[in-house]
T-cell receptor, first 115, second 112 residues
Framework: GAVVSQHPSWVICKSGTSVKIECRSL??????MFWYRQFPKQSLMLMAT?????????EQGVEKDKFLINHASLTLSTLTVTSAHPEDSSFYIC???????????FGQGTRLTVV | KQEVTQIPAALSVPEGENLVLNCSFT??????LQWFRQDPGKGLTSLLL?????REQTSGRLNASLDKSSGRSTLYIAASQPGDSATYLC???????????FGKGITLSVRP
């Protein structure tokens, strides 16, 4: 299957600072990328959908000014958690699909801890 | 709004047993259904993808079936091994390049 690389795998930051998470498709062009959030023992919840070169579409209840998503190229999308607070601590996972593809491939996830 | 349910939340079986993991969804107008495996603290590994026009898919010891009309899918694992211990997630897609709606997963423990 196709490979999606997510970096970093874990990060600890102080309250009030910003953190950037990268999601790269290594061997295919990702026309659409998705960002999910997962709390312990919970399902993955979609935060936003981004198409290359377009603004991201955020799910209801997700603050677009807090979770900045950039999808500037067909192989890279970034999620920036701005002014992070302890309640933002979670597991963030990206996924990507290629043009016309139906199968979604996921990154390794990023464990964010805000102290 | 699509809802995906996986019951039970956890399952423990002895090594060698054949087992079935269930997934149900409320809206039968799906585009596809994927089964994933997630190890603790890790991302998702795609196991099987079933298109809405298909009834089943097989990969090694895994077989996934889909009954759209009844809103159900099952993941069959043959001859389970301790290495199969993980959380298995079912997700439903509503269209090409569209988001997935996930169940909460079933945490499987295979005892040696």
């Amino acid at each position: 299957g196709a490979v999606v690389s997510q970096h970093p795998s874990w990060v600890i930051c102080k309250s009030g600072t910003s953190v950037k998470i990268e999601c790269r498709s290594l061997d295919f062009q990702a026309t659409t990328m998705f960002w999910y959030r997962q709390f312990p023992k919970q399902s993955l919840m979609l935060m936003a959908t981004s198409n290359e070169g377009s603004k991201a579409t955020y799910e209801q209840g997700v603050e677009k000014d807090k979770f900045l998503i950039n999808h500037a190229s067909l192989t890279l999308s970034t999620l920036t958690v701005t002014s992070a607070h302890p309640e933002d601590s979670s597991f963030y996972i990206c996924s990507a699909t290629g043009q016309g593809d139906t199968e979604a491939f996921f990154g390794q996830g990023t464990r964010l801890t805000v102290v | 709004k699509q809802e995906v349910t996986q019951i039970p939340a956890a399952l423990s079986v002895p090594e060698g047993e054949n087992l079935v993991l269930n997934c149900s969804f409320t809206d039968s107008a799906i585009y596809n259904l994927q089964w994933f495996r997630q190890d603790p603290g890790k991302g998702l590994t795609s196991l099987l993808l079933i298109q809405s026009s298909q009834r089943e898919q097989t990969s090694g010891r895994l077989n996934a079936s889909l009954d759209k009309s009844s809103g159900r899918s099952t993941l069959y694992i043959a001859a389970s091994q301790p290495g199969d211990s993980a959380t298995y997630l079912c997700a439903v897609g509503s269209g090409a390049n569209s988001k997935l709606t996930f169940g909460k997963g079933i945490t499987l423990s295979v005892r040696p």
